[in-house]
């Protein structure tokens, strides 16, 4: 009792999903059986919902944005484990007996479950999304006025001073795709800061951070080529935490955007 009340002072986020819940308690008490039900929670918001819970509870095993990570297999590629939204429901609920796999708190309700049922799903959606752009224009436009393809590969082709698009389409959703294009600052993984080196002459070399550690540092910089340096071997060095990916805005019209989005949003795996 005295741990749950604790984890729930500490866990704001789940404060505020029992307070969305309508009446949790009664929600809580029906048998397991009756998960049987349909899933009703389906909407854009619920989906949203879904994936808050996901990244709080399940993102440490299975990724942020359920791609896979060390302790968890890729969710994104269809599942095995099961084929209706109830069975998906009691994997998620109970998890898989002796495996990792532990499914979500206990004090999580039914509801909370549905709503990561219906983001898994989202994750596995091949069905058709309204995208306004064109995908053939877009991609006429990665390679070409865009300059995308200096830093980005898709497929074995292209740059690699930013993340492999190749899959992009998996595992981002159409407005996330939006703000990447517009707004790169946000969400900077610590895989894309950059390093600026001031060497003992006084030279700077400046380029993606590749490694880090105690003692010593390694960078690629704009042509690709890698640096390596003892901490203790150079002047000094800064860490800068913004995206070097130049926003769209103000380059690329509305329209062009949109189609570069599209074009991105088809980059996916496709079902086998
Ligand atoms: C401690 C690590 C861990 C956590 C936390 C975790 N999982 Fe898993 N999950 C696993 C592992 C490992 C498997 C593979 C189990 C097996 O061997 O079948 C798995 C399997 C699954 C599967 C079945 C995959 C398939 O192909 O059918 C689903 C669905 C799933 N997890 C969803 C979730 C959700 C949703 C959460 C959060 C509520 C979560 N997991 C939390 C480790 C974890
Ligand atoms: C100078 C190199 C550079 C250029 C040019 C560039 N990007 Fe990026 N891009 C990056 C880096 C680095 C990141 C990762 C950091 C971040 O999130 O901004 C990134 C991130 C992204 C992401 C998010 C990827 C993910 O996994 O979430 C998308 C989508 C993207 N870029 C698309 C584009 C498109 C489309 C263009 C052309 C209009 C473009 N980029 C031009 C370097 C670049």
């Known amino acids: 009792m005295?741990?749950?009340?604790?984890?729930?002072?500490?866990?704001?986020?789940l404060v505020a999903l029992l307070v969305l819940t309508t009446a949790?308690?009664?929600?809580?008490?029906?048998?397991r059986e009756?998960?049987?039900?349909d899933n009703?929670?389906?909407?854009?918001?619920?989906?949203?919902?879904?994936?808050?819970?996901?990244?709080?509870?399940?993102?440490?095993c299975h990724g942020r944005d359920?791609?896979?990570?060390?302790?968890?297999?890729?969710?994104?590629?269809?599942l095995s484990s099961a084929s209706t939204d109830a069975g998906l429901f009691q994997i998620v609920r109970e998890g898989i007996p002796n495996t990792q796999m532990i499914g979500i708190s206990r004090?999580?309700?039914d509801q909370s479950v549905w709503m990561v049922v219906s983001y898994l799903n989202s994750l596995n959606d091949t069905a058709d999304v309204d995208v306004p752009g064109s995908a053939t224009s877009g991609q006429q436009l990665f390679a070409?006025?865009?300059?995308?393809?200096?830093?980005?590969?898709?497929?074995?082709?292209?740059?690699?001073?930013?993340?492999?698009?190749s899959r992009v389409g998996?595992?981002?959703?159409?407005?996330?795709?939006?703000?990447?294009?517009?707004?790169?600052?946000?969400?900077?993984?610590?895989?894309?800061?950059?390093?600026?080196?001031?060497?003992?002459?006084?030279?700077?070399?400046?380029g993606l951070r590749m490694n880090e550690d105690t003692f010593s540092m390694r960078l690629m910089d704009e042509n690709e080529d890698l640096w390596s340096f003892s901490k203790s071997g150079v002047r000094s060095y800064d860490r800068v935490k913004t995206s070097t990916m130049p926003s769209v805005d103000g380059v690329l019209t509305d329209g062009e955007v949109d189609d570069l989005v599209a074009y991105l949003y088809s980059l996916r795996r496709e079902e086998s």
């Open 2 to 13: 005295s741990m749950r009340s604790l984890w729930a002072t500490v866990t704001p986020m």
């Open 24 to 31: 949790p308690a009664a929600v809580h008490a029906q048998p």
């Open 34 to 37: 009756e998960a049987t039900a």
């Open 40 to 60: 009703v929670f389906t909407g854009t918001l619920d989906v949203r919902m879904g994936q808050r819970v996901f990244r709080q509870q399940c993102g440490r």
């Open 66 to 78: 359920g791609a896979g990570g060390e302790l968890g297999p890729d969710l994104t590629q269809g």
């Open 107 to 109: 004090r999580s309700t």
């Open 144 to 165: 070409g006025k865009g300059n995308c393809n200096s830093c980005h590969m898709v497929n074995g082709d292209g740059g690699r001073r930013g993340p492999d698009l």
């Open 170 to 206: 998996n595992r981002r959703e159409l407005d996330e795709l939006v703000s990447a294009l517009r707004s790169p600052d946000e969400d900077v993984t610590p895989r894309w800061w950059t390093l600026r080196v001031t060497r003992e002459n006084g030279s700077v070399v400046e």
